[in-house]
Structure formats: structure tokens, C-alpha cells
């Protein structure tokens, strides 16, 4: 969770800043809830809704031009290298931006900020002056990794990394997506949010983890050792060549803690599917037979091959296992 600073409170005094001195409640994911779905009556299936990507669940302000919240396709090809693909993904925040033709933006069809090289650009206009600031904040960010990497001597390299990253909610996410298996979530199942030049991953849309295929019809093969987030160009893998040692002295300390334990992950595993119940598990898989991830492999009429296998809690448990004392290796 990336939290409000409340690093100005002492014991004589708060900020006055209502959000900071109480809380604004932001999660920086989503909180959802299973349910069953009805249409005009009739049974439809067993459902989960989450919160949105809605900004004040990251702590931001549809008027503050110092924060913005990136959600689409992330990596190197699209952002992280250098070169922005503005196609790519969406701004979700902050709101009244304008792009480069002077049009307003839509996030459902995302393109490229204004900024001053554009004929469009009316330096009178505030908001073509606060989108341009926002585009000079996206663009910065763009161009760490490179710097990063450009640098050979890891102290140096890390202070430069700290210009722009906030380590310790990276840590969190590399930790847990690495735990989990979150393996699509390095690319675009996840959000980036930029707080005054400084940036992290938020989680989302985690459909992929204990080792399940991103389409459900397999088990992916060697998830329980492969390490994931360190692909060239990602900051994650910067993050790792530079804060090995810390990150490993988290882990541990989650461990200690049994946090990271199987016991404890599937204390949740096994809370959730109890809130469900298994009427309504039962329900769905009756009612929809050829879910991938509750079937038998099968070949159709024209010969095409068709994934699927049985999961279950034990079979989380048992692939949880092997994957904590993976970790525990690495």
C-alpha cells in the first residue's frame, strides 16, 4: 500500500491536512467480494467485484497535476525503455488533460499529451500548461531505467534509482507478485502511480497466480522455481541487481513472521472459498461445464486440443509449498 506521508506529524502537532492526519482509507487495490448473478431470474454464475481504478483509491486528487495514475500496457517496449507509446496505456489521473492536436483527452482511446512543441499550444491556456507539467512528469519516468542501467558502479546506480523509484513498495510488489506467481503482472495487469517524481507499482487484476495459466487450462510449467519480474528493461530487474540484499532481508523477515508461509496464504485461500461456499461453486461449475480450470483436457470436433485440469485448494497448497521453498533458496 503506498501511503499518505504522515512524516510531518509529532507529538506537539498534525499537518492539518484532513486526509493525512486521518486517513483517506486508500487500499491501492482491489477489495472484492464474491457473488452470484441473476438476470431476469436466471442463474447467470458466480461473479467477483472489486473496487475500480478509481484515483482515490491511490490517495490522488482529479486536480493535482504532481501525481498521475498509469494503467495499460507497461514494459519495455511500450514505456520503460525510453521511448513512450502513448497508445499504450491510459492516464487515469489527473483529469482535463489535452493532447497534442489540442483535443481532449480520452483515456478509452489514449494518445499523446500536449506540450509546447505542438502548434496547438496556447501558453494562456492553464490547461494545456498543467497537461504539458503532467507530460513532463510521464516522460521523466520513462527515461529511468535507462539511466539505471547506463550506470555500471551500483552505489551511484542506486542513487540514481532512488530519484525515481520509491524502493519499498517496489519491494512489497516484487516480493508478493513472486510469492503468488503474478506472472502477467509485469507487463499489464499492473498500475504505476507517480507521486511527486516518484514512482511504484500498484496491484491489480492478480487472475494468474499459484502457478494458473492466464486462460485457466494449465498449471504453467516450472512456476513453482521460475523467478519472475526480470526481464531486461524492467525496473524490477533493476531493483534486484541493486537491492538483493534487502530484498532478501525482507523476505526472511516475512518468513520469520510467517507471513509468507503455506499455513498463512492459505488461511486466506481456504477463507475466501468459505465465503463463497461450495453450493455456489457447485452451482457454477454445473452450470458453466467447460470452465478451463475445473475440466479435463479434451479434443473438439475438428481436431483442436483444448486445455484444461482440476484445481483445487490442495492442489494450491501442494504447488505453494514448492514455490515458498524455492524462494526460500533464492
Not at 124 to 145: D, G, M, P
Not at 178 to 197: A, P
Not at 236 to 248: A, G
Not at 311 to 321: A, M
Request: charged residues 25%; contains cysteine.
Amino acid at each position: 500500500r503506498v501511503v499518505l506521508d504522515n512524516s510531518a506529524i509529532d507529538a506537539f502537532n498534525s499537518t492539518g491536512d484532513f486526509d493525512v492526519d486521518f486517513g483517506d482509507g486508500a487500499l491501492c487495490h482491489p477489495d472484492g467480494f464474491p457473488f452470484e448473478m441473476y438476470v431476469n431470474g436466471e442463474y447467470y454464475g458466480l461473479f467477483a467485484w472489486n473496487l475500480k481504478k478509481h484515483r482515490k483509491n491511490y490517495s490522488m486528487d482529479k486536480k493535482d497535476y504532481s501525481t498521475a495514475l498509469l494503467d495499460g500496457i507497461l514494459d519495455n517496449v511500450t514505456f520503460f525503455g525510453g521511448k513512450i507509446d502513448w497508445t499504450a496505456f491510459e492516464l487515469r489521473n489527473p483529469k482535463d488533460l489535452v493532447t497534442m492536436d489540442g483535443s481532449e483527452y480520452d483515456g478509452e482511446n489514449p494518445s499523446e499529451l500536449i506540450d509546447s512543441s505542438s502548434s496547438s499550444y496556447d501558453a494562456n491556456n492553464s490547461t494545456h500548461v498543467k497537461t504539458a507539467q503532467v507530460k513532463s512528469l510521464v516522460e521523466r519516468q520513462a527515461q529511468a531505467v535507462p539511466l539505471i542501467e547506463a550506470e555500471s558502479n551500483d552505489e551511484r546506480a542506486k542513487s540514481i534509482f532512488e530519484q525515481y523509484y520509491d524502493m519499498t513498495p517496489m519491494a512489497a510488489y516484487f516480493i508478493v507478485s513472486n510469492v503468488l506467481f503474478h506472472y502477467d503482472g509485469f507487463r499489464k495487469n499492473w498500475l504505476w502511480t507517480i507521486y511527486d517524481q516518484i514512482t511504484s507499482p500498484a496491484f491489480y487484476d492478480m487472475d494468474s497466480i499459484f502457478g494458473r495459466h492466464w486462460n485457466g487450462t494449465r498449471v504453467v510449467e516450472n512456476s513453482e522455481t521460475t523467478i519472475i519480474g526480470m526481464e531486461n528493461g524492467l525496473p524490477t530487474k533493476q531493483l534486484v541487481r541493486l537491492y538483493k540484499n534487502e530484498l532478501d532481508a525482507i523476505y526472511k523477515s516475512l518468513r520469520d513472521a510467517n507471513i509468507i508461509s503455506t499455513t498463512n496464504l492459505m488461511r486466506y485461500v481456504n477463507d475466501w472459498m468459505e465465503r463463497v461456499g461450495l453450493d455456489a461453486y457447485k452451482h457454477n461449475i454445473e452450470t458453466w461445464s467447460s470452465i478451463p480450470s475445473y475440466r479435463a483436457e479434451k479434443t473438439i470436433e475438428d481436431g483442436t486440443a483444448e486445455g484444461g485440469f482440476f484445481d483445487s485448494s490442495k492442489r494450491i497448497e501442494l504447488w505453494l509449498s514448492a514455490r515458498i521453498q524455492a524462494l526460500d533458496n533464492y
